[in-house]
């Protein structure tokens, strides 16, 4: 598979699938955008009397791909729309939809996701397996995902790495959420990616520290008392008063709201952030496991 952003999409293979750019039937909002954008670019190709064979030659893609966006069952990438819209003549206005499918590309989980933090004023997220998304660096991320199974396609590597990079968005909101992490000590001494993506990851986590917003835990290994070992735990709070949290040790690992239930997750959320290390021994014990790398 090409990893020149064209990929197999090409009219030297008749525009095969590439995982990654199909749309997900289960999302509605996505299907929709995407059928919406299939029509319009539609519409220009009969307005300019091309059939779609003939408007995939001149892009240099295959019948079948221009079938499949046309009729909202694939996802176009930001280059067929600026071909699209060269070839059409539509003079900015089919290259202007790249902004509509943008978010589509990334999963509909992560999108909800990210939107609900990018409406948080506070984040509480204990991480045992992993370091927390919002916390990775690029290359760790890839060496992250690169060990996944089944193993990702190139395009499913970069979807899903967009995805979570543009979710740290969140540390250059104008209006500052307050944002808490504690980090099992696992989690810093794993080699990700090996020694240099190591390195540079826990250099970044001395970084997001010193961010006035920021609070970065530890939680050592040898804590006798340990209320996360049923997983993760992540809690948002919004400007009404309102909040959302889940875990995976609780309530199925779907998320909450309910009053009672979050509860639940704050009480063992701010046992596991006492036991662990303060912010200020935090970062020095990061630094000491620099040191050891």
């Known amino acids: 598979m090409s990893v020149d952003g064209v990929g197999t999409e090409r009219s030297g293979d008749g525009g095969a699938d590439e995982p990654g750019w199909d749309v997900d039937p289960d999302d509605e909002s996505g299907v929709a955008?995407?059928?919406?954008?299939?029509?319009?670019?539609?519409?220009?190709?009969?307005?300019?009397?091309?059939?779609?064979?003939?408007?995939?030659?001149?892009?240099?893609?295959?019948?079948?791909?221009?079938?499949?966006?046309?009729?909202?069952?694939?996802?176009?990438?930001?280059?067929?729309?600026?071909?699209?819209?060269?070839?059409?003549?539509?003079?900015?206005?089919?290259?202007?939809?790249?902004?509509?499918?943008?978010?589509?590309?990334?999963?509909?989980?992560?999108?909800?996701?990210?939107?609900?933090?990018?409406?948080?004023?506070?984040?509480?997220?204990?991480?045992?397996?992993?370091?927390?998304?919002?916390?990775?660096?690029?290359?760790?991320?890839?060496?992250?995902?690169?060990?996944?199974?089944?193993?990702?396609?190139?395009?499913?590597?970069?979807?899903?790495v967009a995805a979570r990079t543009a979710r740290q968005s969140i540390f250059e909101r104008a209006s500052l959420p307050a944002l808490s992490f504690v980090q099992e000590e696992v989690t810093l001494r794993r080699p990700v990616g090996g020694r240099t993506v190591w390195r540079r990851q826990l250099?970044?986590?001395?970084?997001?520290?010193?961010?006035?917003?920021?609070?970065?835990?530890?939680?050592?290994?040898?804590?006798?008392?340990?209320?996360?070992?049923?997983?993760?735990i992540e809690v948002l709070r919004f400007p009404d008063g309102t909040a959302v949290g889940r875990s995976e040790g609780a309530f199925s690992g779907r998320p909450v709201s309910d009053p009672k239930q979050l509860r639940i997750l704050e009480m063992r959320y701010g046992m596991i952030r006492a036991q662990a290390l303060t912010p200020r021994e935090s970062p020095a014990f990061i630094e000491k496991l620099l040191g050891e790398t």
């Open 203 to 232: 250099e970044h986590l001395l970084e997001l520290g010193q961010l006035r917003n920021v609070s970065i835990q530890v939680l050592p290994t040898l804590c006798e008392e340990h209320p996360g070992t049923g997983g993760l």
């Open 33 to 160: 955008v995407v059928a919406a954008v299939g029509r319009q670019i539609k519409a220009w190709r009969e307005a300019a009397g091309l059939r779609a064979g003939e408007f995939g030659a001149a892009m240099g893609y295959g019948e079948d791909l221009v079938y499949k966006v046309e009729g909202g069952r694939r996802i176009p990438r930001p280059e067929f729309l600026d071909k699209a819209d060269e070839v059409l003549g539509a003079g900015g206005k089919i290259a202007a939809m790249k902004q509509d499918v943008a978010e589509v590309r990334y999963p509909k989980k992560i999108r909800d996701l990210a939107k609900l933090e990018a409406k948080a004023v506070e984040l509480e997220a204990y991480h045992n397996h992993n370091i927390n998304g919002l916390l990775q660096t690029e290359e760790h991320m890839r060496a992250l995902f690169a060990s996944w199974l089944p193993a990702y396609t190139v395009d499913e590597m970069e979807r899903v």
